[in-house]
């Protein structure tokens, strides 16, 4: 049986009491990393780690050794703000520290420590003097790129800056790291998580879609007729059919489903009433006061609430620990939005042992983006793919179950085939990407991909423009 402190460090939520809440392992090495760029003078960090973690309850940790006069808590949300305000109040308990608000109902700028969403603060933080905060933090800091931020960012001159995300890739290419001047202070993915025993194990089922549903014709990004293919009783029926059929770890079902579009969500919500299954939706039309309404009913046991329909705004941030099922009702458009809806699920809570994911896949022409997300590899490759895919993912860490059914398999291997991971558009991805683990220095040398595991075959650069050196003089003129 595990003592208090053991349970502590996994689930420090569900303490009240600071002297009993403990790092983990991720946040001890974090915080020594932090520690340690401080000591040779750096005063910006990034912390990269995967969902459930428990990224913010680090920081805190990290802010009660340091001991700042003031600080500043930055993020997009507002219901993520009040949740990290909690954390923060927690660990700091009777210590003369004065914690507020500044959001657009709550005005409490004179706090020691301030909790803002960016949309506030970026229209007013003017009003403090440059050097306010001692130490600021950004949280989902992969929005830092957005103008908004960047105005707050060149304002505020703290002595240290912190960010932290699950997810530094930015679909639109544009990287975050030079803004904490390349210093990841740790970097824990999904499988490192796993392996560590950080999060719970997920069973991930892929199941092939019904056969009266094409969207092979459609646009991955055209979500109003990918709703109106997917608004099919005939699909509800075999989605719950599937659900009792996997069924979920835990007294009661608490489920979240992603849908294509608000519609779409809608829809799900009111047919899974009709047959007896508590539903509601929720978007980001809701108020702060509805969705925190909703989550508590989830969270609830004698609540019979069993699932929030969703499209926008569980992609991140937003805790719902008790979570044991995730229903994937949408194409996977992005292995990165794949991996943050499935960590909704995956932080440690008493009474869940795993999560359940089902993943109903359809004839899309990106359901190789699938694939992509659970390999958890950095760069393309089609034989480690073809090989994940054939092993059932077999190298994922721990307890975690990845089964495809045959047609979704033959399906997501015809796709990887036909493929071109050595076009260009592929080829610069793997390079900047390889060029963030150098912390955003230009491997000149082929030397250089030979420091590091997992590197890129630099022979597939060398092949598509003649020279290495010529590669890489076009891939960087283009990012100029």
Same mark, same amino acid.
């Given at each position: 049986?595990?003592?208090?402190?053991?349970?502590?460090?996994?689930?420090?939520?569900?303490?009240?009491?600071?002297?009993?809440?403990?790092?983990?392992?991720?946040?001890?090495?974090?915080?020594?990393?932090?520690?340690?760029?401080?000591?040779?003078?750096?005063?910006?960090?990034?912390?990269?780690?995967?969902?459930?973690?428990?990224?913010?309850?680090?920081?805190?940790?990290?802010?009660?050794?340091?001991?700042?006069?003031?600080?500043?808590?930055?993020?997009?949300?507002?219901?993520?703000?009040?949740?990290?305000?909690?954390?923060?109040?927690?660990?700091?308990?009777?210590?003369?520290?004065?914690?507020?608000?500044?959001?657009?109902?709550?005005?409490?700028?004179?706090?020691?420590?301030?909790?803002?969403?960016?949309?506030?603060?970026?229209?007013?933080?003017?009003?403090?003097?440059?050097?306010?905060?001692?130490?600021?933090?950004?949280?989902?800091?992969?929005?830092?790129?957005?103008?908004?931020?960047?105005?707050?960012?060149?304002?505020?001159?703290?002595?240290?800056?912190?960010?932290?995300?699950?997810?530094?890739?930015?679909?639109?290419?544009?990287?975050?790291?030079?803004?904490?001047?390349?210093?990841?202070?740790?970097?824990?993915?999904?499988?490192?998580?796993?392996?560590?025993?950080?999060?719970?194990?997920?069973?991930?089922?892929?199941?092939?879609?019904?056969?009266?549903?094409?969207?092979?014709?459609?646009?991955?990004?055209?979500?109003?007729?990918?709703?109106?293919?997917?608004?099919?009783?005939?699909?509800?029926?075999?989605?719950?059919?599937?659900?009792?059929?996997?069924?979920?770890?835990?007294?009661?079902?608490?489920?979240?489903?992603?849908?294509?579009?608000?519609?779409?969500?809608?829809?799900?919500?009111?047919?899974?009433?009709?047959?007896?299954?508590?539903?509601?939706?929720?978007?980001?039309?809701?108020?702060?006061?509805?969705?925190?309404?909703?989550?508590?009913?989830?969270?609830?046991?004698?609540?019979?609430?069993?699932?929030?329909?969703?499209?926008?705004?569980?992609?991140?941030?937003?805790?719902?620990?008790?979570?044991?099922?995730?229903?994937?009702?949408?194409?996977?458009?992005? $292995? /990165?939005? =794949? #991996?943050?809806?499935? @960590?909704?699920? %995956?932080?440690?809570?008493?009474?869940? *042992?795993?999560?359940?994911?089902?993943?109903?896949?359809?004839?899309?022409?990106?359901?190789?983006?699938?694939?992509?997300?659970?390999?958890?590899?950095?760069?393309?490759?089609?034989?480690?793919?073809?090989?994940?895919?054939?092993?059932?993912?077999?190298?994922?860490?721990?307890?975690?179950?990845?089964?495809?059914?045959?047609?979704?398999?033959?399906?997501?291997?015809?796709?990887?085939?036909?493929?071109?991971?050595?076009?260009?558009?592929?080829?610069?991805?793997?390079?900047?990407?390889?060029?963030?683990?150098?912390?955003?220095?230009?491997?000149?040398?082929?030397?250089?991909?030979?420091?590091?595991?997992?590197?890129?075959? $630099? /022979?597939? =650069? #060398?092949?598509?423009? @003649?020279?290495? %050196?010529?590669?890489?003089?076009?891939? *960087?003129?283009?990012?100029?």
């Amino acid at each position: 049986m595990k003592n208090v402190k053991q349970v502590a460090a996994t689930t420090p939520q569900i303490y009240e009491k600071a002297e009993y809440i403990v790092p983990n392992s991720m946040q001890k090495r974090a915080m020594e990393n932090l520690e340690r760029l401080r000591d040779h003078g750096e005063n910006k960090a990034l912390v990269i780690a995967a969902t459930g973690t428990g990224k913010t309850y680090m920081s805190a940790f990290d802010v009660k050794n340091l001991r700042p006069n003031r600080l500043l808590f930055i993020v997009h949300r507002e219901e993520i703000l009040a949740k990290a305000k909690e954390t923060f109040k927690k660990l700091l308990p009777n210590e003369g520290i004065s914690f507020g608000m500044l959001t657009g109902n709550r005005k409490e700028s004179h706090c020691d420590y301030i909790f803002a969403t960016i949309q506030t603060l970026s229209r007013c933080y003017e009003e403090f003097d440059s050097h306010s905060f001692d130490y600021i933090i950004y949280d989902e800091a992969h929005h830092v790129t957005a103008d908004s931020y960047q105005n707050v960012i060149e304002y505020f001159k703290p002595n240290f800056m912190l960010g932290m995300t699950a997810t530094p890739e930015r679909g639109d290419s544009r990287s975050i790291f030079g803004i904490f001047d390349h210093n990841v202070a740790l970097e824990v993915r999904l499988h490192d998580a796993l392996e560590d025993d950080i999060v719970v194990p997920f069973h991930y089922f892929g199941i092939t879609d019904i056969d009266n549903i094409d969207l092979s014709d459609v646009s991955i990004n055209d979500f109003d007729e990918i709703t109106k293919r997917l608004k099919v009783n005939e699909r509800v029926e075999f989605i719950i059919e599937k659900m009792n059929f996997y069924s979920f770890d835990g007294e009661k079902r608490k489920g979240l489903g992603f849908c294509a579009s608000r519609e779409h969500a809608r829809y799900m919500s009111d047919e899974f009433n009709k047959r007896g299954i508590s539903s509601t939706v929720l978007t980001g039309e809701d108020s702060v006061s509805v969705r925190q309404a909703q989550i508590q009913a989830l969270e609830d046991h004698r609540n019979p609430l069993q699932f929030i329909f969703t499209v926008d705004i569980f992609n991140e941030g937003v805790d719902i620990p008790s979570v044991n099922t995730v229903l994937m009702l949408r194409p996977t458009n992005s $292995p /990165i939005i =794949f #991996i943050q809806q499935l @960590g909704r699920g %995956l932080r440690k809570h008493p009474g869940k *042992e795993f999560l359940t994911v089902l993943d109903f896949i359809g004839n899309h022409t990106k359901t190789f983006l699938i694939a992509i997300a659970l390999n958890g590899e950095r760069y393309y490759d089609k034989e480690s793919l073809k090989v994940a895919i054939s092993t059932g993912f077999a190298h994922l860490p721990g307890a975690t179950h990845i089964q495809m059914d045959r047609i979704s398999q033959e399906r997501i291997l015809a796709q990887i085939d036909n493929e071109q991971f050595t076009s260009m558009k592929y080829l610069k991805e793997e390079y900047f990407e390889f060029k963030k683990v150098r912390a955003g220095r230009i491997p000149y040398l082929l030397m250089d991909f030979h420091k590091y595991d997992g590197a890129p075959d $630099p /022979i597939k =650069f #060398i092949k598509k423009d @003649g020279t290495y %050196l010529q590669f890489v003089a076009k891939v *960087e003129k283009d990012q100029e």
